[in-house]
C-alpha cells in the first residue's frame, strides 16, 4: 500500500492560482495511476483529474477543464495538481489518489492521502 502526502493547500481569493503536491512513499510511475479528489462541506467526494502511469493520458471533470492541469514527476515520485483561475465553488478538501487499474475510473483509486485544505474567497 503506497503512502501518500498531500501539501500546498491555503486561502486564496478567486482568479488566484495554487499548486498542489503530493508525496508518495513507494516507487509509482510504473505502479500506479494516480489523481486528485474532492470533498466540499456536505456534499460527495468528486473525482477531479487523473493521470496514468507514463503521465501521457490525462482526465479532468468538466468543471476544471482548461483551469487545472494535473502532471506527475515519476523520477520523484510525486504529482502535481497546478490549479489556476480558482473559483469559490473550488473551495474542498483535496485528496491525492492512487490506481491500480486505470487513471479514469474513480472506482479504481484505492489508497488515499490525507487531505489538504482549499480555501476560495470571493
Known amino acids: 500500500q503506497v503512502q501518500l502526502v498531500e501539501s500546498g493547500g491555503g486561502l486564496v481569493q478567486a482568479g488566484d492560482s495554487l499548486r498542489l503536491s503530493c508525496a508518495a512513499s513507494?516507487?509509482?510511475?510504473?505502479?500506479?495511476?494516480m489523481g486528485w479528489f474532492r470533498q466540499a462541506q456536505g456534499r460527495e467526494r468528486e473525482f477531479v483529474a487523473g493521470?496514468?502511469?507514463?503521465?501521457?493520458?490525462?482526465y479532468y471533470v468538466d468543471s476544471v477543464k482548461g483551469r487545472f492541469t494535473i502532471s506527475r514527476d515519476n523520477a520523484k515520485n510525486t504529482v502535481y495538481l497546478q490549479m489556476n483561475s480558482l473559483k469559490p465553488e473550488d473551495t474542498a478538501v483535496y485528496y491525492c489518489?492512487?490506481?491500480?487499474?486505470?487513471?479514469?475510473?474513480?472506482?479504481?483509486?484505492?489508497?488515499w492521502g490525507q487531505g489538504t485544505q482549499v480555501t476560495v474567497s470571493s
Open positions: 493521470i496514468s502511469r507514463s503521465g501521457f493520458s490525462t
Open positions: 513507494a516507487r509509482t510511475n510504473s505502479r500506479y495511476a
Open positions: 489518489a492512487a490506481s491500480g487499474g486505470t487513471y479514469y475510473s474513480s472506482a479504481d483509486f484505492s489508497s
